[in-house]
Nanobody
Framework: QVQLVESGGGLVQPGGSLRLSCVPSGNILSWYTMGWYRQSPGKQRELVAS???????SYTDSVKGRFTISRDNAGNTVNLQMNNLKPEDTAVYYCNAGVYSGPYYTAYWGQGTQVTVSS
């Protein structure tokens, strides 16, 4: 059974930094896409950043220049370095990872980690 285990959330003041990490467990050796989504109360879940095998990276506009997504050399751990955090970054952050089996794509989700930016 595949699980995505997240860590690194917490409470931080505006302008501060946090680093989120996501470590998959299970029998998948190579993930095609790994990334982070977030959801705040009353809003839809949105993509924050993603990184694909081969190095293609994308960010939502509101975090460009502040957040950095990375994968380890084995490609099976994904991190999100969040700098200059703002109150509007407050949300539950979810790790997402996907894999192809032939033509079929399966996505997995972590349980979520709370990030609160407040003074």
């Amino acid at each position: 059974q595949v699980q995505l285990v997240e860590s690194g959330g917490g409470l931080v003041q505006p302008g501060g930094s946090l680093r989120l990490s996501c470590v998959p467990s299970g029998n998948i050796l190579s993930w095609y896409t790994m990334g982070w989504y977030r959801q705040s109360p009353g809003k839809q879940r949105e993509l924050v950043a993603s990184i694909r095998t081969g190095g293609y990276i994308s960010y939502t506009d509101s975090v460009k220049g502040r957040f950095t997504i990375s994968r380890d050399n084995a490609g099976n751990t994904v991190n999100l370095q969040m700098n200059n955090l703002k109150p509007e970054d407050t949300a539950v952050y979810y790790c997402n990872a996907g894999v192809y089996s032939g033509p079929y794509y399966t996505a997995y989700w972590g349980q979520g980690t709370q990030v609160t930016v407040s003074s």
